[in-house]
């Protein structure tokens, strides 16, 4: 990238009849940027969803390898994507499990939590798509169990401190495993997963054999997202054009300063400067300051891209100590009734001024508030009148 380097005026004695302009360029290393998008979270409300399933399990223990019993598991899971790649859940099991406790078959009841990390294979692999119709997330979790009401169990020897066979105890497994996901809509997903816990041999309230008790579940059931897949892209390539055409015009424009100083110096040397007789300049009655606060329809929440709008204002303001503006609402006329908007445009007006006031310290005495409604229409397009403009106080 070329910027114009600096501008060099050399002016003679009162005398001098030219001056002479030199313009160099110099050369600056701009690193290069990777063109890939980038994706963030707008809100901490969006990319949560609930997931509700059952489906069956059986535990791997110690006795009876060749008899296993298949009983029922019910989940309830909360999570969220903190991006199209990664995210994490609560997951809670709750079942009863049967197993050989010798001659007899004991059983047992568990309640489970777990804290699961979450990968989407597909979104890393090839690339995010929010209307992805198959998923694939491996996960991986940790938590805690519940094992109680152990029953039948004639080979039982986990023993209390007080020597006690244990009635119910506290575990805390590891486990993995793998999510299918089928998108029915924006917001739904029928889901099949798989999940091996891992735990200490007791798990069973036996210890003997292998040092791992394993309880194995497939899970299906339906995830409910409340927000969708809601991500910000962000690609730095998307902005090279933009400035690059502005260093243009930078550079344009200090050539053309370079040029004006010359001629002014030129003219200088040349001429005493005439008098001038000193000019009254008369305000405007109203002049509309810009930028202004866009809302979206039948709203009056000022959003994260009109931000930086308000922000502006509020330099403005603080820049300028003795000065007031007027806060004026608008709102669409093809939408809601006049009475309606105008009480919409009231509370947009309102809204930017709370934002002015309570997080950049500007007095409300300086703001004054108005609500023009649907009865005037600043723009042509229906769409572009549901705003907020900021202008000069009428002149007394």
Known sequence: MAALGGVLLTAGNANAQETAVVVEESTFDVEQVPCKDIYTPGSWRDNWYVQLGAGMRVPLVEWGSKDRHITAIYNLGVGRWISPYLGFRFSALYGSMHYKGGDAMASARTANLNVDFMWDMLNSISGYNPSRAFSIVPFVGLGGTYVFHYRDNALANDRSNDGNIKGNQWLMPVSAGIQLRFRVSPYVDIFAEGRSTFYGDNFNNTVYGRPLDLDIAAVGGVIIHFTGSKF?????????????????????????????????????????????????????????????????????????????????????????????????????????????????????????????????????????????????????????????????????
């Open 232 to 396: 910000q892209r962000y690609n730095p390539c998307d902005y090279v054009n933009a400035l690059s055409q502005a260093n243009a015009q930078v550079n344009d424009l200090r050539a053309a300063l370079a040029t004006t100083s010359a001629a002014l110096a030129a003219a200088e040397a040349q001429l005493p400067c005439p008098e001038v007789p000193e000019t009254v300049t008369v305000e405007a009655e109203s002049t509309t300051l810009f930028p202004t606060v866009r809302f979206k329809l039948n709203s009056a929440y000022v959003s994260s891209e009109e931000m930086v709008n308000v922000y502006n204002i509020a330099e403005y303001m603080k820049a300028n100590p003795n000065a007031q503006i007027v806060v004026r609402g608008y709102a669409d006329k093809d939408t809601g009734s006049a009475a309606y908007n105008m009480k919409l445009s009231e509370r947009r007006a309102k809204a930017v001024a709370d934002i002015l006031t309570g997080d950049y310290g500007i007095s409300d005495s300086r703001l004054i508030l108005e609500a023009a409604g649907s009865d005037t229409q600043i723009y042509p397009t229906n769409d572009w009148n549901r705003i907020v403009i900021f202008a000069a106080p009428e002149l007394p």
